[in-house]
């Protein structure tokens, strides 16, 4: 077989413990990049390219050939593949295998966008009552203290299923080294609520049959790391039980405790830093505030405004900003 063309399995090797050594991608999107260098590499053997000699128009021509062997090609799989060649180029860069990233200016799929309407603080508090009312009797603990963590804690579903037992500091009520921020380990603080409701879990998980070694907070009847997948469908399924009509994500509850946050007064910054946002310009994305907020702060202005005008008349307040001169004759004057 003809390997002049074959990519070396060690820059796919190296690029796996580059996922997940450097940039601690979730375990989810660790994959889904692995396997998108995969397929390209696959691409590369069949059309013979070398990898160093690897253009725009190669990677362009390989998300379109893939796009068309699928029987239904979507926007968000053009993307996840651009994204994960993007993060193997940016790996093959700082290994001096190539001297340019080839993904640079190749467009994102737009995607039609979901208006995430947050939950109320009392859509908040059903959807726990769902989760004490209908799981299983061992899982009451569990499904409660998850859901009270993503209300009150703002943390993604990568980061909940991934917590470990010693990053619970009840001392300084926090999640010790839960995500970073260049060098640093940052840590995300919880309140009384979440406090009662993990010291209830885990007075359950030391009953738990767990393996040696499994140091996961959050863990499944066999004693096993909870997957994205479950904590998905356990939101799914309380959010219907607890009578809402809307499909509820584990995203939605971190733009729910986002908005909450903001409507307590917490000032942006403070929200962004419990968000684990690099820009606040995401973090007020993130936020939404109801359409009755948005419509009373209009009709406030609008009082403000006419109270202010009714104090305030040209007469009273000496000479018009504008000039009363009276315009000149003639064509020139005329308004097109």
């Given at each position: 077989m003809d390997t002049s063309h074959a990519m070396p399995s060690d820059y796919l090797s190296g690029f796996r413990d580059f996922l997940r050594l450097e940039l601690m991608l979730a375990p989810a999107t660790a994959d889904r990049y692995e396997h998108t260098a995969h397929e390209f590499a696959a691409y590369l053997r069949e059309e013979r390219v070398d990898l160093p000699a690897v253009g725009r128009e190669t990677v362009v021509h390989f998300l379109r050939s893939r796009a068309a062997s699928e029987e239904t090609a979507s926007k968000a799989m053009w993307n996840q593949r651009l994204a994960g060649l993007h993060t193997f180029f940016q790996y093959l860069a700082e290994e001096e295998v190539v001297t340019a990233n080839p993904t640079n200016g190749i467009e994102r799929r737009r995607l039609p966008t979901r208006e995430r309407l947050p939950l109320s603080l009392c859509e908040m508090l059903a959807l726990v009552e769902a989760a004490e009312k209908f799981s299983p009797v061992r899982q009451i603990a569990r499904n409660k203290a998850i859901l009270q963590v993503f209300l009150h804690c703002s943390l993604r579903v990568a980061e909940v299923v991934s917590l470990t037992v010693p990053q619970v500091d009840f001392g300084s009520r926090a999640f010790v080294a839960v995500r970073t921020k260049g060098d640093q380990r940052l840590s995300?603080?919880?309140?009384?609520?979440?406090?009662?409701?993990?010291?209830?879990?885990?007075?359950?998980?030391k009953q738990l049959s767990v393996p040696t070694g499994e140091q996961h907070l959050f863990l499944s009847a066999r004693g096993k790391q909870l997957r994205v997948r479950t904590v998905e469908y356990l939101v799914s399924r309380y959010a219907t039980l607890a009578g809402l009509s809307r499909r509820i994500t584990p995203h939605d509850l971190r733009h729910s405790s986002a908005t909450e946050y903001v409507e307590l007064a917490t000032p942006l910054p403070v929200v962004q830093e419990?968000?684990?946002?690099?820009?606040?310009?995401?973090?007020?994305?993130?936020?939404?505030?109801?359409?009755?907020?948005?419509?009373?702060?209009?009709?406030?202005?609008?009082?403000?405004?006419?109270?202010?005008?009714?104090?305030?008349?040209?007469?009273?307040?000496?000479?018009?900003?504008?000039?009363?001169?009276?315009?000149?004759?003639?064509?020139a004057a005329e308004i097109s």
């Open positions: 995300v603080y919880f309140n009384d609520v979440v406090a009662e409701a993990l010291e209830q879990w885990l007075s359950v998980r419990q968000l684990g946002h690099a820009s606040l310009a995401t973090t007020e994305r993130y936020v939404h505030l109801p359409t009755t907020e948005r419509k009373l702060a209009v009709e406030r202005f609008g009082q403000a405004w006419q109270e202010a005008a009714k104090g305030r008349s040209p007469r009273r307040e000496g000479k018009p900003h504008v000039s009363a001169k009276k315009p000149p004759d003639g064509p």
